[in-house]
């Protein structure tokens, strides 16, 4: 079982930048790889990043790459999310997950557990 908790939204300006972290507990952190998601108001979910469970492998939405980076601490069992160079379009309500899988994927429907989500807002 792995209990994820999101933090670090918030609202900023187009151009700024905000950390996420995804804080969890359970012992099979460290085994589990993790991803970031993000879901828009009357639209899908969709993926963001996500990181294999050693941190060595990471992977990215082609919307986000070169702006976004996923990271993690095993030792403080959290995931992190840097956002760099915001854009309106990135608000969303964003999500970490994990999955029992030994790999990680960009389909939600692979992730069986989720954290509540955190608000980002970006105003032009």
């Known amino acids: 079982q792995v209990l994820l908790a999101e933090s670090g939204g918030g609202l900023v300006q187009a151009g700024d930048s905000l950390r996420l972290s995804c804080a969890a507990s359970?012992?099979?952190?460290?085994?589990?790889?993790m991803a970031w998601f993000r879901q828009a108001p009357g639209k899908e979910r969709e993926f963001v990043a996500g990181i294999s469970r050693n941190g060595g492998y990471t992977y990215y939405a082609d919307s986000v790459k070169g702006r976004f980076t996923i990271s993690r601490d095993n030792a403080k069992n959290t995931v992190y999310l840097q956002m760099n160079s915001l854009k309106p379009e990135d608000t969303a309500v964003y999500y970490c997950a994990a999955t029992r899988a030994g790999w990680g994927t960009r389909n939600a429907l692979d992730y069986n557990y989720w954290g509540q989500g955190t608000q980002v807002t970006v105003s032009s």
């Open positions: 359970g012992r099979t952190f460290s085994s589990s790889p």
